[in-house]
């Protein structure tokens, strides 16, 4: 299994385990920036920590993780003049405590992550404040205030840091003066009315009989290195379905690129803007990682030595604005009449879809949702 495979299981782990607290509700989250993050974590690792990471994270069926997140993290940067893909990564450490050479020099080898050390013991407070700072002016200030009050203590040594911050192009824009206020149609079977944009080209789609859905593939600027995947049920209760059914099977037979046909198409897609934050400990808990989240029982002694060291909490945000020009996610032609009347086909997303960002290159997952109302 290669890293891009771990990193699609894994979102769709996480999607289910979101989804139980999450019912009817608008998701996002990049499973790319939580599995960075967490792999800069099991590098310290050691014992049933480690074999536990391992499994939840699907590591355990990796050759050489870290080497591969070292190339997938060089091929996700060329991003060329097509869109801006950046993810940094660092570390923030209690400046009283030794953190192993090896470990240091192994976490920035990999992922490029060097240590900045902070006084946590003295500082907490103010200390959160900077982290959130740093990290807001990573993601362009589209991530404020990742880390919530009092998620830093006196007795915090280590705050591991991804951020991802994605702004592109669609490669068929949509036109503005085409949008339009139009009928959504919500779970509850209420109608409201949402800005719905409008364009028509020539897009990948399929028709799925089984569960019933239809899925679009929009790519995004010239070289089309990533795409957005959409999937529409039918309705409701096929939604139902379609979030009782998914799994990493069945996400890539149903969104495979190479079984796309390409069709001329009036495409309709609701203007939005999510933003999202979670505390993942128990999602991370229930996929088997509940040892690294215990003081008695987390081994990280790659790290150091000095004093047990456990995971506390990993808080995760998460911002996506779509427009008429593309996509902003952070963890970024006439009127419709005639749009109608010239276009073979149309797929109108008017009520509730689960959506992702692909890396087109490496099949890579980089963000997931799903938008149930504006």
């Known amino acids: 299994m290669d890293i891009c495979t771990a990193n699609n299981e894994f979102t769709i782990d996480v999607l289910r385990e979101i989804s139980k607290t999450a019912a009817g509700q608008n998701v996002v989250f990049s499973s790319m920036s939580i599995m960075i ?9 050691h014992g049933n920590t480690a074999a536990d990471m391992g499994k939840a994270l699907h590591f355990d069926e990796v050759e050489d993780v870290h080497a591969q997140f070292r190339v997938l993290l060089k091929e996700l940067m060329k991003n060329g003049n097509d869109y801006t893909l950046t993810t940094v990564n660092k570390l923030f450490g209690e400046k009283k405590y030794y953190f192993l050479p090896t470990f240091l020099k192994a976490i920035n080898a990999f992922y490029g992550a060097p ?12 200390t959160r404040s900077y982290i959130n700072a740093w990290i807001q002016e990573k993601t362009k200030g589209k991530i404020q205030n990742l880390l919530p009050e009092n998620s830093i203590s006196p007795n915090t040594v280590l705050m591991v840091a991804n951020t991802l911050y994605f702004l592109a192009n669609w490669t068929t824009q949509f036109s503005e003066h085409a949008t339009s206020k ?12 949402v800005n719905m944009m409008a364009t028509m080209n020539t897009f990948n789609m399929k028709r799925i009989k089984n569960p019933g859905m239809s899925v679009l593939e929009l790519p995004y600027g010239d070289t089309k290195d990533l795409s957005m995947v959409i999937m529409l049920p039918d309705n409701s209760t096929v939604l139902t379905k379609v979030d ?18 390409s069709n001329y198409l009036a495409v309709y897609l609701p203007r939005f803007r999510m933003e999202k934050s979670f505390s993942l400990k128990k999602v991370l808990s229930s996929l088997g990682m509940s040892s690294a989240f215990s003081q008695s029982r987390a081994n990280f002694s790659g790290m150091g030595k000095q004093k047990q060291l456990y995971v506390s909490d990993v808080h995760h945000k998460t911002f996506i604005e779509v427009n008429e020009k593309g996509t902003e996610a952070a963890s970024a032609t006439g009127s419709v009449m005639s749009i109608r009347s010239l276009a073979n086909e149309e797929f109108k997303a008017d009520r509730p879809f689960h959506f992702f960002i692909r890396h087109n290159k490496t099949n890579c997952i980089l963000l997931y949702g799903k938008f149930y109302s504006p």
Do not use: C
């Open 244 to 261: 009782r059914e998914i799994s990493y099977e069945n996400l890539s037979k149903w969104t495979r690129s190479e079984n796309m046909s």
């Open 182 to 193: 139009a009928p959504f149609t919500l779970i509850t079977n209420e109608q409201i009315k």
């Open 37 to 45: 993050s967490l792999a800069m974590v099991y590098l310290g690792a």
């Open 115 to 126: 240590l900045e050390k902070v006084d946590f013991s003295s500082n907490p407070e103010a």
